[in-house]
């Protein structure tokens, strides 16, 4: 298990999404440590496309904060933002982002459109994967497995 708080907490989010028959992925927002935000995927839940857990827990951490920009904010991630997300990002202004499991086939920051890379991203987190990697992979693989 994972030493970080933080993502302990994204866990707790994803597995919460996992149980009502989302995917399971779960993100929080952090501020001077404290936790402003958290949540885990509601797409199906909502039926709603763009309802993913770090949408959900940008929207929540703008609500509370009253303001559009996350400035000197962290977002703790179990899946590597897919492409929507990273936008979402840079629009938040999100000052970090931790994600724990890589995401070859939909991830939009260290795979696919690499969001952050590209000369049009206004704004560019630090971005550190693996953390709580195992957790998160376990998570999605099991999840998924009960597809199939």
């Known amino acids: 298990m994972t030493d970080c708080k ?3 907490a994204a866990l707790a989010h994803a597995r919460e999404a996992g149980a009502r028959g989302d995917v399971p ?3 929080v927002i952090v501020k ?3 936790v402003l935000a958290g949540a885990g995927n509601r797409v199906e839940a909502d ?8 949408i959900l827990a940008i929207r929540e951490a703008a609500r509370v ?6 400035t000197g904010c962290d977002l703790y991630v179990t899946l590597e933002p897919c492409a ?3 936008q979402a990002i840079a629009h938040a202004r999100l000052r970090r982002v931790y994600y ?11 795979h696919g459109p690499r969001i952050f890379t ?6 560019r987190p630090e971005v550190y994967d693996g953390i709580g990697a195992r957790e998160s992979v376990g998570l999605l693989k099991a999840f998924f497995e009960t597809l199939r």
């Not at 039926?47 to 770090?54: F, G, L, Q, Y």
């Not at 904060?65 to 996350?70: E, I, K, N, S, T």
């Not at 724990?100 to 920051?109: E, W």
Request: hydrophobic share 30%; proline share 9%; with cysteine.
């Open 84 to 86: 929507m997300c990273a």
């Open 6 to 8: 933080e993502m302990k």
């Open 25 to 27: 992925v779960g993100a």
């Open 118 to 123: 590209q000369p049009t991203c206004h704004h």
């Open 47 to 54: 039926r709603d496309p763009t309802a993913h857990a770090e």
């Open 65 to 70: 904060l009253g303001d559009v920009r996350l």
């Open 100 to 110: 724990g499991a890589p995401d070859p086939k939909g991830g939009g920051v260290d």
């Open 32 to 34: 001077n440590g404290a």
